[in-house]
């Protein structure tokens, strides 16, 4: 148990306890098991340690004249707020012991002391302490890969207005073309609002086959039909405490729209096959690439349910709209991919990043990123300058190239095609390079595993 599991190579142990004999013994042990040990014969002296030495852990004995352990655990947490704090009892105080655990211990252990049960209690106070700090670091790490970049006033407006609705229970629909960000844009409002400790259930309208939509949503119970041999939980109630992203909201069939509609007006659900109220307990974000008043004139998308989602709309205006965010976004991505790629870090010449800023993207944010991606796979050298730059992107034959909306569609899935493939490849091979662990993979390619396993999907 010498090293390995702890987080520092020598923890820091504060003893408070007033007992000369037992603050010996316990430094004698610790010290052996290999932890730098301080000691404190009071409350007071015990602050005045912390802020000195900034301990790693203290243990504290609860029983001691002048301020007592309750007392200096009080005050130890209002210093320190992350400090793990193990109480030690004597007899006749391990209720206070338990109370103490209300104002911030973490445990307590009773004299008289046994030496493995103070190690195993030592140990497991610094490896909770170390997950939780890691678990703020990958918190963080998240939200800084999720983050809305750009510096046009639209993206501001942006940011500003996720902050705003993300602590509210409002529906919010997000409208906008094709790889404008409106996920990312979802995704930040989930993981800054109340709700962000709870799950992110997508639901793709797009992608589900009709006759696969209820059961998605709704789950089941078992024998509910034939082949439901055990019961189901549908995305709705995955979504409990969290956020329902409903995707391409547009293209949710008529029927389907009608039983989202019920679920938002009762508030409540069955699974298919089952007779228990399930309480929906989810706010709703939706998006769409569709001019959705053209669906609702044309009957394809029912008006009540849209003026239900559509409580605050919140608009991604396309790339061309915002060039300013244009070189910002390819030195991101740049830099992203030149560290995803383990190549040393490249960069756009300043006339390079002009000329990205001249193209039209029509496929928006997410086409810049895959042909940043593919620049940086492919350069050889530090420096990307405007000969590196491809057609169409480098402003030749664009005179001949139609606008976004009249693109010859063969080219289009041809350049999608190609796209997959190069991603998939490059995916396999990351495996390779990460000797088959998937999780390093996806890791180091700044994407999730189920992403990767879809990216390998796509090769059979
Ligand atoms: N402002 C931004 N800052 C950083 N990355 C962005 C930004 N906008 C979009 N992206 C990235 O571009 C890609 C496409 O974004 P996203 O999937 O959110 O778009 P979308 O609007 O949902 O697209 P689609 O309509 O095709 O589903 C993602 O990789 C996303 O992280
Ligand atoms: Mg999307």
């Given amino acids: 148990m010498k090293n390995g599991i702890r987080s520092k190579m020598f923890p820091s142990i504060l003893i408070v306890d007033d007992e000369a004999y037992i603050r010996k013994t316990l430094k004698d042990i610790l010290t052996d098991e290999g932890f730098e040990v301080t ?25 001691m004249p002048g301020i007592d352990g309750i007392e200096t655990l009080k005050e130890i947490k209002r210093i320190a707020p992350e400090l793990p704090v193990v109480m030690i009892t004597g007899h006749g105080t391990v209720d206070t012991a338990v109370s103490a655990t209300k ?28 997950i939780e700090e890691e678990n703020k670091y990958l918190k963080r790490k998240n939200l800084e890969k999720n983050s809305i970049s750009g510096k046009s006033s639209a993206v501001n407006e942006l940011r500003m207005n996720a902050a705003k609705v993300a602590p509210t229970d409002s529906s919010i629909l997000i409208k ?13 409002i989930h993981q800054i609002s109340k ?12 992608a589900i086959p009709e006759e696969m939509i209820e059961t998605e949503l709704f789950g089941y119970e078992k024998g509910a039909f034939p082949g439901a041999k055990n019961r189901y939980k549908g995305k709705l109630e995955m979504a409990t405490h969290g956020t329902l992203f409903l995707d391409e909201i547009g293209d949710m069939s008529l029927k389907t729209q009608g039983k989202i509609l019920r679920v938002l007006e009762e508030k409540k659900f069955q699974r298919i096959g089952g007779n228990r109220e399930i309480e ?90 895959n042909l940043v991606e593919r620049l940086t796979i492919m350069s050889s050298k530090n420096l990307i300058d405007i000969d590196d730059i491809p057609v169409p992107y480098n402003g030749q034959k664009s005179s001949e190239l139609a606008p976004a909306e009249n693109m010859n569609s063969i080219d289009s899935e041809l350049l999608e095609d190609a796209l997959i ?12 390079a990460c000797a088959g662990d998937t999780k390093k993979a996806a890791a180091s390619l700044g994407i999730t595993e189920e992403r990767l396993s879809e990216l390998l999907e796509n090769k059979k």
Wanted: net charge negative; proline share 5%.
């Fill in 195 to 206: 709700r962000a400790d709870y799950p992110l259930v997508t639901v793709n309208c797009a």
């Fill in 280 to 369: 929906a307990d989810f706010r709703i974000i939706a998006s769409t690439n569709k001019n959705m008043e053209t669906e609702i004139s044309s009957g394809n998308f029912r008006e009540d349910l849209y003026y239900r989602l559509n409580v605050v709309p919140v608009e991604v205006p396309p790339l061309r709209d915002r060039k300013e965010d244009i070189p910002v976004l390819a030195e991101i991505f740049l830099y992203k991919a030149s560290e995803a790629c383990n190549k040393p870090q490249i960069q756009f010449t300043d006339k390079a990043l002009g000329l990205l800023a001249e193209y039209n993207w029509p496929g928006n944010v997410r086409e810049l990123k």
């Fill in 421 to 432: 493939r190069f991603e998939t490849d490059f995916a396999t091979r990351r495996i390779q």
């Fill in 103 to 130: 104002f911030g211990a973490y445990d307590f252990i009773e004299k008289p002391l046994s030496i493995d049960k103070v190690i195993i209690t030592i140990n497991n106070a610094l490896n909770f302490r170390r």
């Fill in 176 to 188: 906008g073309e094709n790889g404008t960000g409106k996920e990312l844009i979802a995704r930040t």
């Fill in 39 to 63: 000691t404190a014969a009071n409350g007071y002296e015990a602050l005045k340690s912390l802020e000195k030495n900034h301990p790693d852990l203290a243990l504290l004995d609860i029983w």
